[in-house]
């Protein structure tokens, strides 16, 4: 089975801090995506890689960043975290090139408050 | 620009009812099509896909979906309601397998 794993499953932060989530996936996949999930406003998706060193904005990457070093690993970075942040972060992972068919496999979740 | 949308933010049926949730999308070309389902504090596991074969697209637990292009619909149902359905549920769109677009989801509701 595919498998995505956070780091954290919850997190608290305050105001200003530098806040890191990683993600694994263990199934060689090409592509990795980062979502915001909040109430009412479904996913919403923030970066994504489809490559190593590679990233492109998705729709909401303002006040976040991502680091694509290796292929299985996708870090999602918050420089300056604030109060409007506060929200569950999902990762995911796909196939490449031919064999892609769009199925993304996602992670647990991770649940960051930020005070 | 693809976009879904995802009519009824909850919805709550009787253990045993039809389940019906409903999505509409807009692609610009034949789309790829998704249902997600996400249990209480887990990430979202996905229920079925349409990738241009059959219209009829059956998933896990028993849910199904029928892809109707004249009226760009993606409706997902299930004859009979379980109390372990009751989660959130995600359409989903892509265009030739690229990023996804979700729609806001549906959270459903089993009374016993």
């Known amino acids: 089975d595919v498998k995505v794993t956070q780091s954290s499953r919850y997190l608290v932060k305050r105001t200003g801090e530098k806040v890191f989530l990683e993600c694994v996936q263990d199934m060689d996949h090409e592509n990795m995506f980062w979502y915001r999930q909040d109430p009412g406003l479904g996913l919403r998706l923030i970066y994504f890689?489809?490559?190593?060193?590679?990233?492109e904005k998705g729709d909401i990457p303002e006040g976040y960043s991502v680091s694509r070093e290796k292929k299985e690993r996708f870090s999602l970075i918050l420089e300056s975290a604030s109060t409007n942040q506060t929200s569950m972060y999902l990762c995911?992972?796909?196939?490449?090139?031919?064999?892609?068919?769009?199925?993304?496999?996602f992670g647990e979740g991770s649940r960051l408050t930020v005070l | 620009a693809q976009s879904v949308t995802q009519l009824g933010s909850h919805v709550s049926v009787s253990e045993g009812a039809l389940v019906l949730l409903r999505c509409n999308y807009s692609s610009s070309v034949p789309p790829y099509l998704f249902w997600y389902v996400q249990y209480p504090n887990q990430g979202l596991q996905l229920l079925l896909k349409?990738?241009?074969?059959?219209?009829l697209v059956k998933g896990i637990n028993g849910f199904e979906a029928e892809f109707k292009k004249s009226e760009t619909s993606f409706h997902l149902t299930k004859p009979s309601a379980h109390m372990s359905d009751a989660a959130e549920y995600f359409c989903a769109v892509s265009k030739r397998a690229q990023k996804l677009v979700f729609g806001q989801g549906t959270r459903l509701t089993i009374n016993p």
């Open positions: 349409y990738t241009s074969a059959a219209t």
């Open positions: 890689s489809y490559d190593v060193k590679m990233k």
């Open positions: 995911a992972s796909s196939f490449g090139g031919r064999t892609n068919t769009g199925e993304l496999f």
